[in-house]
């Protein structure tokens, strides 16, 4: 079955607490993307990747890093979570204009 | 800038009425345009999309939505609506890695 998958699915952390969220996808798509939803934004994009080792910055991309070193993985890193981090965070992948969406991780920095 | 507006942040309509959720949208050149709903707890799945062409298209689940150039419009509809769309639905525009997204629709389905 063709999927974005992301783990964990939920996670409770402190402020400053070195966290990755891992993303993967079995479509062979080159681009992949990492969003955030908070409520009354909709969602925004913090990084992008056209393709291995090629990434790229999105609207909102303090305090975030990411990774791409194979064409299936796109890791979301936050090296010193912050409160202001609290959100819904959506991994995406895409062939052409069409983006398909993993099933979201939410995040809360206490 | 590119940007997209849901102007109802909040929509109640009963079990069977019609429904319309508007979106407009600012974009320099020709958009992709897309609809996505949310359910509860879930991903984001795609309804529709319009890339070229006929201006009404027909998405998933009874869905169908209009490209109003004039207008910079695309605003999502449906005949009759069921108690499973209750959820959150979202307008987006742009091409490959550009991508915006509008704050959303929330739609509660009366009985």
């Known amino acids: 079955e063709a999927q974005v998958t992301q783990n964990p699915r939920y996670l409770i952390t402190v402020t400053g607490k070195k966290l990755t969220v891992t993303c993967s996808q079995n479509m062979n798509h080159e681009y992949m993307s990492w969003y955030r939803q908070d409520p009354g934004l909709g969602l925004r994009q913090i990084y992008y990747?056209?393709?291995?080792?090629?990434?790229d910055k999105g609207d909102v991309p303090e305090g975030y890093k990411v990774s791409r070193k194979e064409k299936r993985n796109f890791p979301l890193i936050l090296e010193s979570p912050s409160p202001n981090q609290t959100s819904l965070y959506f991994c995406?992948?895409?062939?052409?204009?069409?983006?398909?969406f993993g099933p979201g991780t939410r995040l809360t920095v206490t | 800038a590119q940007s997209v507006t849901q102007p109802d942040i909040h929509i109640t309509v009963s079990e069977g009425a019609s429904l319309e959720l508007r979106c407009n949208y600012s974009y320099g050149a020709t958009p992709y345009l897309f609809w996505y709903v949310q359910s509860p707890g879930q991903g984001l799945q795609l309804l529709l999309k319009y890339f070229s062409g006929d201006t009404l298209v027909q998405g998933i689940k009874g869905f169908e939505a209009e490209f109003k150039r004039s207008q910079s419009s695309f605003n999502l509809r449906k005949p009759s609506v069921h108690w499973s769309d209750a959820a959150e639905y979202f307008c987006?525009?742009?091409?490959?890695?550009?991508?915006?997204f509008g704050a959303g629709t929330r739609l509660t389905v009366k009985p």
């Open positions: 995406a992948s895409s062939l052409g204009n069409e983006q398909y």
């Open positions: 990747s056209m393709n291995v080792e090629v990434t």
């Open positions: 987006a525009v742009g091409r490959g890695n550009d991508m915006r």
